[in-house]
């Protein structure tokens, strides 16, 4: 059983550019959501997808994208870079079995730098 | 709204002494209620859920609906204890996912 991996590990960017972040979910999971943890706080919920759709979206611009594959791979992306989008992105997978938010499986995550 | 909050930025205790985490929070409605640490260059992994009532590495968490809290408990701390724990809270699948600022505790022999 392969676990989630992220790519790339780090990132240096300029304010204004576009970004894409890539994630492979751990094997059987059809869901992934992602999380953007800036230096010193927890993690932030971005959107989640399952079955390659949205499923559940936090407090983010439409500049922050997504998109599963039917594989279930995933990506980020981010239109329009600023200052602020600096931190570590981080993606998690599951399995949903019921109508309860299932045990989320973290990749070790994407650091961002934007200057 | 949806909030997390944990007021200690970090603990520190000696080696086997109690430890108690601190989480509270804020929703309409009946959340799930989740620990998660991330021990040094390790990724975040779930350490338990209220749903599931277990005791894992030796904590555990009661959910107070009335004082709206979840706090973290361990009778007795060990050094490999050491780590940053979080308190994060779901509205069930699909929703908002939200986690607390973070503790991080340091257990000192």
């Known amino acids: 059983e392969t676990g989630v991996t992220q790519s ?26 992602w999380y953007q943890q800036a ?9 989640q997808y399952y079955r390659e759709e949205e499923n559940g979206r936090g407090n983010f611009p439409p500049r922050f994208s997504g998109l599963q594959f039917p594989n279930y791979s995933s990506e980020l992306n981010v239109n329009a870079l600023e200052l602020d989008d600096s931190a570590l992105y981080l993606c998690a997978s599951s399995f949903p079995t019921s109508g309860y ?7 070790p995550g994407t650091r961002l730098l934007v200057l | ?6 007021p200690e930025k ?15 929070y804020s929703y309409s409605g009946s959340p799930e209620l989740f620990w998660y640490v991330q021990y040094s260059r390790q990724r975040l992994q779930l350490l338990l859920r209220h749903i599931s009532r277990e005791s894992i590495k030796g ?19 060990q050094e490999e204890d050491s780590a940053m724990y979080y308190c994060a809270l779901s509205g069930g699948y699909g929703q908002n996912f939200v986690f607390g600022p973070g503790t991080r505790l340091s257990v000192l022999p």
Not at chain 1, 101 to 107: A, D, K, L, N, S
Not at chain 2, 1 to 6: C, E, I
Not at chain 2, 10 to 24: D, R, T
Not at chain 2, 64 to 76: A, R, V, W, Y
Request: net charge positive; proline share 5%.
């Open chain 2, 1 to 6: 709204a949806q909030r997390v909050t944990q």
């Open chain 1, 8 to 33: 790339p590990t780090h990132l240096i960017k300029t304010r204004g550019q576009q970004v894409t972040l890539r994630c492979s979910s751990q094997s059987g999971h059809n869901t992934v959501s």
């Open chain 1, 39 to 47: 230096l010193g706080q927890g993690p932030q919920f971005i959107f």
């Open chain 1, 101 to 107: 938010q299932e045990t989320q499986y973290f990749g």
């Open chain 2, 10 to 24: 970090l603990l520190s205790v000696f080696k086997g002494a109690p430890v108690e985490l601190k989480c509270n």
């Open chain 2, 59 to 77: 904590f555990t968490a009661d959910l107070n609906k009335g004082e709206t809290s979840f706090h973290l408990k361990k009778p007795f701390a």
